[in-house]
DNA sequence: CGGATCGAC
DNA sequence: CTATGTCGATCCG
């Protein structure tokens, strides 16, 4: 859907309602230039109900604006300075750590809807059409954008501002089919690629982009379809294809990797049999490819971004839409360059509000944005200024997430004015039925429901509640929702409640495991795992407070949650099973999966349930009719496990296939490493370092060892990376001291199942640990107390570091050297505001994961010099 | 936790 | 006549 909706919104205000280039009339083709559109959308809105609420809106962006400057005026001279110092400080730290390594695509299909119903039906080709209804359109095609119709636009207004728009009503399943043909293709490039929504996807090429190094011309080389051709390409003006040129092109084969920066030279590629196309081993190429690929499937153009991370590929893949393609080469001022100029808008994740407040003070642009940093991150939130700063450094994530799983589900509708209250009500119950289906495809169940309603003004109110037993029925969800819409209608009463949108949505999941407790057995595990339990919950703690607040928390993919997710793969062939990953500035709460299973055992305990019982340690059911045999039963398999410990897991999961197994891959790093520590007997100073085992009783002899990591700094300009990776090297090994870390680069995706693994995790003998900050040996009992050195000489190392990096600062002209990469001026805007705005873009970089860390569990003070 | 808001598709 | 639907994230109280 390209980013039309953006300006498309912007009716009412000032709005930039076209983008450049859209709206000059070419080729004869009538259009409307900037000034009669806004007339007409402006006579279209003004004195509607939508537009009056619009105002109210927009105030309220214009109070929070105030507030912003009110913050602005506050600050002194002083208080600049100091944050200049301090960001900078940060600037070069995600500057030293800056990954340009990947090579990350983003495909859009140009005005995909509009396409795909143009090449099904011939006679709109050269009309302009737009697709949804009267109240409100999803697309428009080219053509029609000249006419200010844009997506998000209602369609009756369209139909004012081009009176021929032929107006096709969606045909999602369509789309649907023409998506997953897309998708096939993609997914050979990457199977890993993220779809986003039906038209869009990313794909990390970077390991597509190796092998394809050695890959013969054979198997790059695509056949022209003749038959493709007569689609869209032929008939010229916007969609002339490309590829076109390619065919009557007769250019001698062309082996080599064309490196050349130059777009479009189809031309020179080499054609070496008749009606076949070979492309080369570039970025560019493998992207042309699969444009072209696309092409010839579907009949349907694409444009795409290649750059070292999503959000640049994002913004690339809309610099020469439609049917384009642009590049940012990887490296650092090139991305600088890109971003020069660029206006804020442009960067995902800012919208038409935070927009506004940045123009407030005077930033419009990137480096503006850049500019600004100090200033920013006095008015803004942590999360909101640490964003902007990524964006204006051109920092994003180089890696593709998976989803998540879902965290909610809702349905709503919009409709003409209901106001009695018997209908609400039976509309009510019939999103609650749609929403139960849904659910139930699905399997899920909620803790809480929310009400959603918009009255006839626009105005838009939610009302939740949370219920301790969760829903999933039609009559579970209804009896929640019906409370709420109760409350509205008294809330208003004598007056009749009259809206135009009634909503209902579900959130607050169980998760497998709750699940699976819920409908299965075990009984007395609260008992039997009392001695674990005890480690991992703090038992005057009740339940509740754990649901709440998740205060100290074992942490992601209990050990539970592996072993059950490994016996699930092994039974059913499924492909790898979905992260637990959080997402970064998140609080993570894993802690429930242990909280909430203790929770059903209880429930459990009260209702009486079938005597065969699932061990939830082995997962072999047990048939009992005594708690207490169940229990021995599994106190035995407990013990087994301390004592076989992680490297148990490690079997368990490298036996698994297609599934992306982490803890081997330590275990090998860490023999690798012991090996290393052995031969190379390197003392170093600043060496950081990776600890192994944690495991109880028989392994001791392993604990606490330590893996020197030599990492001499020509190498590795900062250490700080290095102690980010060992940090992140203990989580996996010591659950509990990790429990107070919210994020890390590792954990957070598919890695996560690996990491926490033992249900034991004192030494119960005096051991000597050798501390992977200070090398020195440490005499200690339990780990905790070991852990607690370790964070101490971490602080040292960070504040070390942090002083030497000050001192690089104040010494250096770095910074300097760094703001010349922004040749703009330095002309301050005077104002200021406050959005606040998602950054679910920047994988947080190493060295960001140390200070969140360092921040999050234990060294203030550190913390303290970074951020003010 | 609940409610409002923003942003993306 | 006629201004969507669905989801995740963040912020504030």
Redesign the pocket.
């Known amino acids: ?1 390209d ?1 039309m ?2 300006v498309a ?1 912007s ?2 205000n000032d709005g930039v309602l076209l983008r450049m280039g859209l709206n000059d009339n070419k080729a004869g083709m009538e259009g409307l230039d900037k000034e009669k559109i806004n007339k007409i ?1 402006m006579e ?2 003004k004195g ?1 109900k ?2 009056e609420n619009e105002l109210k ?1 927009d105030q ?2 214009n109070q ?1 604006i105030e507030k912003m400057m009110q913050l602005k005026e506050k600050i002194t001279a002083q208080q600049l300075l100091k944050a200049q110092l301090q960001v900078d400080k940060l600037v070069m730290e995600l500057e030293q750590n800056r990954n340009l390594s990947s090579t990350i695509v983003h495909i859009d299909m140009d005005a995909f809807y509009a396409a795909v119903e143009m090449r099904d039906n011939p006679e709109l080709k050269e009309k302009p059409i737009a697709v949804g209804s ?3 359109l ?1 697309t428009s095609n080219y053509h029609a954008r000249r006419f200010g119709v844009r997506a ?6 369209a139909k004012r501002l081009c009176p021929h728009l032929t107006i096709v009503p969606l045909n999602f399943e369509k789309y649907g089919k023409v998506s997953k043909e897309v998708r096939e293709i993609l997914a050979e490039y990457d199977p890993n690629f993220m779809p ?5 996807a990313y794909l990390n090429i970077t390991e597509h982009l190796e092998e394809r190094l050695n890959w013969p011309e054979d198997r790059r080389r695509f056949f022209i379809s003749t038959e493709s051709t007569t689609g869209i390409g032929k008939d010229g003006m916007n969609m002339s294809a490309k590829f076109n040129k390619a065919e009557v092109s007769s250019s001698p084969v062309l082996f080599e990797d064309d490196t050349s920066l130059m777009d479009d030279n189809l031309e020179q590629r080499g054609l070496s049999v008749e009606n076949s196309v070979v492309f080369g081993t570039s970025a560019e190429e493998v992207v042309k490819e699969i444009r072209f690929r696309i092409e010839q499937k579907t009949q349907l153009t694409a444009s795409a971004g290649i750059a070292p991370n999503t959000m640049l590929a ?1 913004m690339c893949s809309d610099r020469n839409k439609p049917n384009g393609q642009y590049r940012i080469s990887p490296e650092r001022l090139a991305v600088l360059d890109f971003l020069k100029d660029l206006p804020i808008r442009k ?9 506004k407040m940045l123009k407030a003070l005077g930033i419009v642009t990137c480096s503006e944005l850049y500019h600004q940093r100090a200033l920013l991150s006095l008015l803004f ?4 200024w640490r964003n902007f700063l990524d964006i204006s450094l051109g920092l994003g994530s180089t890696h593709l997430e998976k989803d ?1 799983e ?9 409709f ?1 004015e209901i106001n009695t209250a018997e209908d609400q009500y039976s509309l009510c119950r019939e999103l609650c039925r749609d929403l139960a289906q849904e659910l139930q495809k699905e399997g899920l169940k909620g ?2 429901v ?1 009400l959603k309603l918009k009255n006839v003004n626009f105005e ?7 219920v301790l037993s969760s829903v999933a029925t039609e009559e579970e969800i209804f009896t929640v929702a019906k409370d709420l819409l109760g409350s509205e209608i008294d809330s208003v009463a004598p007056h009749p409640l009259r809206i ?2 009634m ?1 209902v ?1 579900v ?2 999941f169980l998760t497998e495991e709750e699940k699976k407790y819920q409908q299965k057995s075990i009984t007395s595990f609260l008992k039997s795992g009392k001695e674990i339990g005890s480690l991992r919950l703090q038992p005057e703690k009740s339940n509740q407070e754990y ?2 607040k998740n205060s100290q928390a074992p942490h992601r993919g209990s050990f539970f949650d592996q072993k059950r997710a490994a016996r699930q793969l092994n039974r059913e062939n499924i492909s790898p099973n979905k992260s637990r990953g959080k ?4 609080d993570d709460n894993s802690s429930e999966d242990f909280v909430e299973e203790t929770k059903k055992v209880t429930d459990l305990q009260n209702s009486n349930v079938c005597k065969i019982f699932t061990c939830p340690v082995c997962f072999e059911k047990q048939s009992s009719n005594n708690l207490e045999e169940l229990n021995r039963h599994i106190d035995e398999c407990l013990n087994r496990m301390c004592v076989k410990d992680t490297v148990e897991i490690s079997k368990n999961y490298s036996s698994r296939e297609n599934t992306p197994n982490f803890l081997p891959q330590l275990k090998n790093e860490y023999v690798d490493k012991c090996q290393k520590n052995k031969t190379d007997q390197l003392a170093g100073t600043d060496q950081s370092a990776s600890v192994s085992d944690n495991s109880a009783n028989s392994n001791t002899e392993k604990i606490g060892q330590i893996i020197p990591d030599k990492s001499p700094r020509e190498q590795q300009p900062s250490n700080l990376s290095d102690i980010a990776r060992n940090v992140c090297m203990k989580q996996c090994l010591f659950p509990k001291r990790i429990s107070q870390d919210n994020e890390d680069d590792f954990g957070k995706t598919e890695h996560t199942e690996g990491t926490s693994s033992s249900c034991s995790f004192e030494a119960k003998e005096d051991t000597v640990l050798v501390c992977p900050v200070c090398n020195s040996e440490q005499k200690t009992t339990n780990l905790v107390s070991f852990n607690r050195h370790v964070d101490v000489c971490l602080n040292k190392g960070l504040i070390q570091e942090l002083t030497e990096k000050e001192d690089c600062l104040t010494k250096t002209d770095n910074m300097e050297n760094f703001n010349r990469a922004f040749s703009g001026d330095l002309s301050k805007g005077q104002q200021c505001t406050n ?6 873009r920047s994988g947080l970089t190493a060295s960001q994961s140390v200070s969140k860390k360092a921040k999050s569990s234990h060294s203030k003070h550190t913390i303290k010099m970074f951020f003010k």
């Open positions: 859907m980013d909706k953006k919104n009716s009412c959308i279209a809105t509607s939508f537009y809106k309220q962006v929070r009267m109240s409100m999803s998000a636009m209602p369609g009756f207004i986003m929504g039906l038209d869009e994002k960067v995902p994740g800012i919208g038409k509000v935070t927009e939130s942590e999360v909101s998540g879902r965290k909610s589900m809702s349905t709503e509708r919009t003409s803790k809480t929310t838009v109110k939610t009302r939740a509640s949370t135009r949108l909503g949505r959130s607050g649901f709440t997402q970064l500035f998140h959005p606040s705005q998602g950054a679910k």
